[in-house]
């Protein structure tokens, strides 16, 4: 008990502090996170628009690619993409056999765990996208073309007035990325100074016994989901007037 | 079956030929040729599934058909040419306002149109005031009662200047007293406007209103076309006479005319109607069952210009709203009269009773039968 209360006036003073480290810790975790997003959002939402308005060949296989992912474990997306990045793996030969050189070290870099974070994400974002464009009503994308839209500016409208949903899709896959441990874990490595962000750190930590960073971090991490739920929230009520 | 709308007497600003539509192999349209003329209101009428949205949606570029092709201005055009689509804008039944305010929904078409900021406020501010909201730019688009949304959504589409309007349903989401309200608006909105439109609905009251001309359909099929006030008087078929709740048009043979005011013969029936028609010829009467008027048959028939008086037998009474719909023969000849609850009470109407029908002349419809196939 009292280690616990040691650990949360520990975990007070270092935020105050403002210990560089940890400030390390939690832009990487951003940084990464962030990007992953973006690159998820860029192509989830054309895909969720795509299958929540369109009937093409292959939409149904990308229904079902997209449920899978949905429910994909981190953890199993991480090992696929450690396992396609290894030096032994696909990429490395492919690389090897087109260059002749030595492919670089892929794995335990930035770009790999943004890498995973995509593959995680992107099935949230564009599943959630796509149930959200789906409850526009067929006769409201029929009203904006009657009225002269192309079908560029037919899916701007349509993505403005599911612009709630699309949020929520946004808001569920940085949610699971940010949060998630296994994957970051398993291709980043946890290096300090390169690779360690939030969850992997906390589990470090705790190994370890330092609670308090351990505690700072999971407030800190708890303080960032928070803000941005909550940001993104009211973005989503702002205008209730004008909503249905 | 007539299956074409007549051709029209000035230019027709959009023809569609041989069209067909199939969904799920099935088809659900066939229209032969279907003229849309210049500054016309066509009234597009027909009981639900019979195809009459799909009609406007392949007129209006708005789909493509399985099969023939849409000309608009003698230009053959597809769902594709921005340029025609440009040209059109739509109402439909439910208004579908987007998100935002009034003035935003009403400025959506100007802003595709790349139409410049202040003029693009001046045209909304106008269209709303020809809607009977001026001024209501700010207020939440989503917050409108039917009969609101419905004129925003009427001003949304007149803001753009069309030259072609296409209607579909607007007003049969509304409840009776808007819907009264609106027919009127609509119909002075459109003649005012002189613009060129196509009104898809199923009430025969509100084509009644609004067209100039109207296409009867059913089951995919154009079965009657042509100037409203015809149409609705001499309904050929006895769907058609079913549908808009009249006896199917009678046929008879002119035996005598003076001052064009013609004696025709029908069944074993003499009856009195004003047509410049010659003698001989085969007709197609009708006469609308609001324009005979029902007196007991030992009344004293009150001073009138009404030519016809006949004594007839009701052989049924069918209650219809407000309304009681009699029909009445006599001597082979077959006419229904519409007449008030009350009235009908008052006249102690029952099947086999006996009464006194009054019509003018001039509120018999006719039609030369030659060209008309009989029995359809």
């Excluded at chain 1, 708890?222 to 973005?235: D, E, H, P, R, S």
């Excluded at chain 2, 048009?249 to 069944?267: K, N, R």
């Amino acid at each position: 008990m009292e280690t616990l209360w040691q650990s949360v006036v520990e975990a007070g003073r270092m935020l105050v502090s403002g210990d560089l480290s940890l400030y390390g810790i939690i832009g990487l975790s951003l940084r990464v996170s962030g990007i992953s997003i973006a690159i998820a959002m860029a192509i989830g939402v054309p895909l969720g628009y795509l299958m929540g308005s369109r009937r093409f060949v292959g939409r149904r296989l990308v229904q079902v690619l997209v449920n899978t992912g949905m429910g994909l474990p981190p953890v199993v997306a991480g090992l696929t993409v450690y396992i396609l990045l290894s030096r032994t793996g696909p990429v490395s030969e492919l690389w090897a056999s087109l260059s002749g050189s030595i492919p670089p070290r892929m794995l335990f870099t930035l770009p790999a765990m943004i890498f995973a974070q995509v593959v995680i994400s992107t099935p949230l974002v564009t599943g959630v996208t796509a149930a959200a464009i789906g409850s526009v009503p067929v006769e409201l994308r029929l009203q904006a073309r009657s009225l002269g839209a192309s079908s560029w500016q037919e899916a701007t409208l349509v993505i403005k007035e599911a612009r709630r949903g699309v949020m929520a899709a946004v808001v569920a896959g940085f949610g699971g990325i940010i949060s998630e441990v296994g994957a970051v874990m398993m291709v980043g490595g946890n290096i300090e100074g390169q690779t360690r962000v939030m969850t992997t750190a906390i589990v470090l930590e705790s190994r370890k016994g330092n609670f308090g960073i351990a505690l700072a971090l999971g407030f800190i991490l708890i303080g960032i989901a928070f803000v941005i739920n909550n940001g993104l929230t009211a973005l989503q009520y702002s205008g209730g007037r004008y909503e249905r | 079956m007539s299956a074409r709308t007549p051709a029209c007497t000035r230019t027709p600003i959009i023809v569609g030929e041989d069209i067909e539509v199939r969904y799920h192999k099935r088809s659900v349209l066939t229209v032969e040729r279907f003229e849309l003329c210049n500054g016309e209101t066509h009234a597009i009428l027909g009981p639900s599934g019979s195809g009459k949205s799909t009609l406007l949606r392949i007129l209006g570029l708005l789909e493509k058909p399985t099969r023939g092709h849409v000309a608009l201005d003698g230009r053959s055009v597809e769902p594709g040419d921005k340029s025609a689509r440009m040209m059109m804008a739509a109402v439909f039944q439910n208004p579908y306002l987007f998100k935002g305010t009034v003035g935003e929904n009403v400025a959506y078409g100007l802003a595709l149109r790349k139409i410049p900021k202040r003029e693009r406020a001046d045209r909304v501010a106008a269209a709303l005031e020809r809607v009977g909201l001026g001024g209501t730019q700010k207020s939440s688009a989503l917050r409108l009662s039917g009969g609101e949304a419905q004129r925003v959504a009427l001003a949304r589409a007149l803001v753009l200047e069309p030259r072609i309007l296409l209607l579909d349903e607007p007003l049969s989401y509304l409840d009776p007293l808007i819907k009264r309200r609106l027919v009127t608006d609509f119909s002075e909105i459109l003649s005012a406007e002189g613009v060129t439109a196509l009104y898809v609905t199923h009430d025969q009251d509100e084509a009644m209103v609004v067209a100039d001309r109207v296409s009867i359909i059913n089951e995919g099929h154009v079965i009657r076309s042509g100037d409203v006030d015809e149409v609705m008087t001499l309904p050929t078929t006895p769907w058609v006479a079913d549908f808009i709740g009249m006896d199917a048009a009678l046929h008879g043979t002119i035996v005598g005319a003076e001052e064009g005011i013609a004696d025709i013969t029908v069944e074993s029936e003499y009856i009195h109607a004003r047509t410049d028609l010659p003698v001989g010829t085969h007709v197609l009467i009708g006469i609308r069952p609001e324009d005979v008027m029902l007196f007991a048959a030992d009344a004293e028939l009150p001073l009138s210009s009404a030519r016809n008086r006949l004594r007839m037998q009701v052989a049924s009474i069918e209650r219809m709203g407000s309304t009681d719909r009699v029909s009445l023969s006599s001597n082979g000849m077959r006419v229904a009269a519409s007449v008030s609850r009350a009235a009908a009470r008052e006249l102690d109407l029952r099947p086999g009773s006996e009464v006194m029908a009054l019509f003018k002349a001039t509120s018999v419809r006719v039609q030369s039968a030659v060209g008309v196939p009989a029995g359809v």
